[in-house]
């Protein structure tokens, strides 16, 4: 099994940053891919960014400039740096990993941006 816990969430005010964490722990080999996928109340859930097994990353062109994916993989863990964040990008952040063609998510962490 794969387990993916997130942190970094909360409340900023539009023009402001903040970082999201996501640390894997388990079966975390053969990775193809880890990313951040976001959902709006009434929306359906979106590829924010991922970064591939060999190191290229992937980004929605709504955040392209503005958010920035890295992982470390000492930690095993995957962040999401969001900067110049606008009332759009209020929405719950997931982490995902996709392992072996399968998908494995993390629990959510809320992003509410304000103006």
């Known amino acids: 099994q794969v387990q993916l816990v997130e942190s970094g969430g909360g409340l900023v005010q539009a023009g402001g940053s903040l970082r999201l964490s996501c640390a894997a722990s388990?079966?975390?080999?053969?990775?193809?891919?880890m990313g951040w996928y976001r959902q709006a109340p009434g929306k359906q859930r979106e590829l924010v960014a991922a970064i591939i097994s060999g190191g290229s990353t992937n980004y929605a062109d709504s955040v392209k400039g503005r958010f920035t994916i890295s992982r470390d993989n000492a930690k095993n863990t995957v962040y999401l740096q969001m900067n110049s964040l606008k009332p759009e990008d209020t929405a719950v952040y997931y982490c995902?990993?996709?392992?072996?063609?399968?998908?494995?998510w993390g629990q959510g962490t809320q992003v509410t941006v304000f103006s």
């Open positions: 995902n990993l996709n392992r072996d063609f399968l998908d494995y």
């Open positions: 388990g079966r975390i080999f053969s990775i193809n891919a």
